[in-house]
């Protein structure tokens, strides 16, 4: 059963030819001369494994190469571990992986080897799957939370909260009037534009849990600057804000699956804004927020302004918002 799941499902919606070669380990050509690795791995064990915009075939791939992009890394390939509960109907499991053989398909990245393990029913859940990621990195390329100086813009690639309000409402049945998906999508290509239009950017960031909020705060305490954001400029869609509202969530600490948070320097911020617009993922993207010195005596933080003129201080998730997310 075993070797017709690997031949029948896996080869047949993503047989690479390494994977083809039916060896135990994938060989891999060697890189360019001064160029490095960037590695990545996630475990994905989202409930529904079904959802709007989405599945967690999706969102294994997107995640991951999204995670392996935020280096400066173009990613290249990706293994794939499943876990399948015994029962998982074979139809589910087609689809799941012909999902992730086009989800792939678009990043631009080769799965080259995996594994796969069954569980006894009731053990499982369906299906857990485990994808680590591989991209090659310029010499030159050096990107980190710890690169962001007083006077950057923090820039955001578009609407925040859309996934974790799409798990929520499929989990709990909640009927709302207007659709509302998740945004999971690989951002790598999007990425590599903003880098080319803002040849100086700190840094990218992937806010998945915990959400913006989380995202920022860990931007600033890793670079010891204050950054103070604008909450009429984060852009939110109404029927996530309206959500979140009615379930008193913070929409900034809502997850996120499909968007980037970017750091670069005042001058370049419209080049970088203007690359993520020219993407399909992007056309949201704008300058939220800036960083700043830290007073004399005080930590690195993360400030909201108010459209009241009021600011408060924006403090990371504490706890789990929601759990299987992703």
């Known amino acids: 059963m075993m070797r017709r799941i690997i031949d029948e499902v896996f080869f047949e919606a993503y047989g690479t030819e390494e994977l083809a070669q039916?060896?135990?380990?994938?060989?891999?050509?060697?890189?360019?001369?001064g160029a490095?690795?960037?590695?990545?791995?996630?475990?994905?064990?989202?409930?529904?494994?079904?959802?709007?915009?989405?599945?967690?075939?999706h969102l294994a791939v997107c995640g991951t190469v999204n995670d392996v992009a935020t280096s400066g890394a173009r990613p290249l390939y990706l293994t794939c571990g499943f876990i399948l509960e015994e029962g998982l109907p074979m139809e589910d499991l087609r689809k799941i992986c012909a999902s992730m053989a086009a989800t792939a398909k678009e990043a631009g990245v080769r799965i080259v080897t995996g594994d796969t393990k069954v569980v006894n029913r009731g053990h499982g859940d369906g299906v857990f799957i485990n994808t680590s990621g591989i991209g090659v990195l310029s010499p030159d390329v050096h990107l980190s939370g710890a690169n962001i100086r007083p006077g950057d813009a923090v820039i955001v690639s578009g609407t925040m909260g859309d996934h974790g309000i799409t798990i929520m409402s499929c989990r709990e049945g909640l009927g709302f009037?207007?659709?509302?998906?998740?945004?999971?999508?690989?951002?790598?290509?999007?990425?590599?534009?903003?880098?080319?239009?803002?040849?100086?950017?700190?840094?990218?960031?992937?806010?998945?849990?915990?959400?913006?909020?989380s995202t920022l705060n860990?931007?600033?305490?890793?670079?010891?600057?204050?950054?103070?954001?604008?909450?009429?400029?984060?852009?939110?869609?109404?029927a996530v804000a309206g959500a979140c509202e009615m379930l008193g969530y913070d929409v900034l600490q809502v997850a996120n699956e499909g968007k980037m948070v970017c750091c670069v320097p005042e001058a370049q911020a419209e080049a970088a804004v203007a690359a993520m617009r020219a993407s399909r993922y992007g056309r949201d993207a704008c300058v939220i927020g800036w960083a700043h010195e830290v007073a004399e005596g005080a930590r690195p933080r993360v400030l909201l302004r108010t459209p009241f003129g009021g600011t408060r201080i924006l403090d990371m998730l504490v706890g789990e918002q929601l759990p299987r997310i992703c």
Do not use: H, K, N
């Open 218 to 238: 860990e931007l600033a305490e890793q670079s010891g600057v204050e950054i103070a954001i604008e909450e009429d400029r984060v852009p939110v869609r109404p």
């Open 22 to 33: 039916g060896d135990d380990a994938a060989v891999l050509p060697a890189l360019p001369e």
């Open 36 to 57: 490095r690795i960037a590695y990545s791995t996630d475990s994905f064990v989202v409930d529904p494994l079904f959802f709007p915009g989405g599945d967690i075939g």
């Open 177 to 213: 009037q207007a659709d509302i998906e998740s945004d999971a999508a690989p951002l790598a290509q999007m990425m590599a534009s903003v880098m080319e239009a803002a040849p100086d950017v700190r840094c990218f960031r992937d806010p998945t849990r915990g959400g913006l909020a």
